[in-house]
């Protein structure tokens, strides 16, 4: 099959699923030291130039509408809890909406549950999420105060193994709802999997972390996930000079989010 032919698919299958859950793209739019070392004080939008699926002033103004019609984070949780979109609902434990404060300062989006979070139905609960805990803590950051954390899909792949193209379709409407709902005042991707699915490119984090961007009018920025950092140690400096620069980021957008 062409890549042409892929991405048709692709849309196709985006839009039905958008149909079926309701959230229509016309409705919606190891352990490691981080330091508290020296912050940069500002940072600047990146002026790299990659393909980001822009979504039109009609689109928030529907979300905003949807909002108001009594969508909340509860009803995006049941619509993802009944959904039978793709082939994960058939070997899922749990569905994982995602947790986390409503209005954060930041949303942090990985890529889909693991062993760990499929059985308890709780994002990052693993080895991987304790390490996150640790990486967002260094930098003020916590699900409990600050923060909401999702994934790009809600139920588990089998083994482990990167979630397909129809299977991220399939939720890609729970997660936009979700984005417009919480209103975050920053992104934060983790991983490989999440920086391509939000941005709709092929680069690699290797590429683009660190780099901050824009999502929809949201600051954006992709590090390296929390599971790479256990696998090879020399990934542990790179996230933090990340981190570093994503809290000098959020410091303009909300001085108080520590507080």
């Known amino acids: ?33 981080f330091r508290d070392d020296e912050i940069p004080q500002s940072a600047s939008v990146s002026s790299v130039q990659i393909p980001i699926e822009a979504n039109s002033a009609q689109d928030f103004a529907a979300a905003e509408s949807a909002q108001n019609l009594g969508t909340t984070l509860d009803s995006i949780a049941n619509k993802i809890s009944a959904c039978q979109n793709c082939i994960l609902a058939k070997t899922r434990k749990n569905v994982v909406p995602g947790e986390g404060v409503p209005n954060p300062a930041v949303l942090v ?31 003020n950051l916590n699900r409990t105060k600050n923060c909401f954390i999702a994934n790009i899909v809600k139920c588990r792949p089998p083994m482990n193994r990167d979630p397909s193209p129809e299977e991220c379709a399939a939720c890609s409407s729970f997660l936009q709802a979700q984005i417009h709902v919480l209103k975050p005042k920053m992104i934060l991707a983790v991983g490989r999997i999440a920086l391509q699915k939000l941005l709709d490119t092929s680069i690699g984090i290797t590429k683009m972390h660190g780099k901050i961007l824009d999502y929809n009018g949201i600051p954006f920025m992709a590090t390296f996930h929390p599971s790479a950092l256990l696998r090879d140690e020399s990934y542990k400096r790179p996230a933090w000079e990340d981190l570093k620069i994503f809290r000098a980021k959020l410091l303009e957008l909300c001085p108080n989010y520590e507080s």
Do not use: C, H, W
Request: hydrophobic fraction near 40%; glycine fraction near 14%.
């Open 1 to 33: 099959m062409k890549a042409a032919e892929k991405e048709l698919i692709y849309d196709l299958l985006k839009k039905a699923s958008g149909a079926a859950t309701g959230y229509t793209r016309e409705n919606f739019l190891g352990e490691t030291n």
């Open 109 to 139: 989006i990985g890529e889909g549950p693991g062993a760990d979070e499929d059985a308890q139905g709780r994002p990052f609960v693993g080895k991987a999420g304790q390490l996150l805990d640790k990486m967002l803590a260094a930098i």
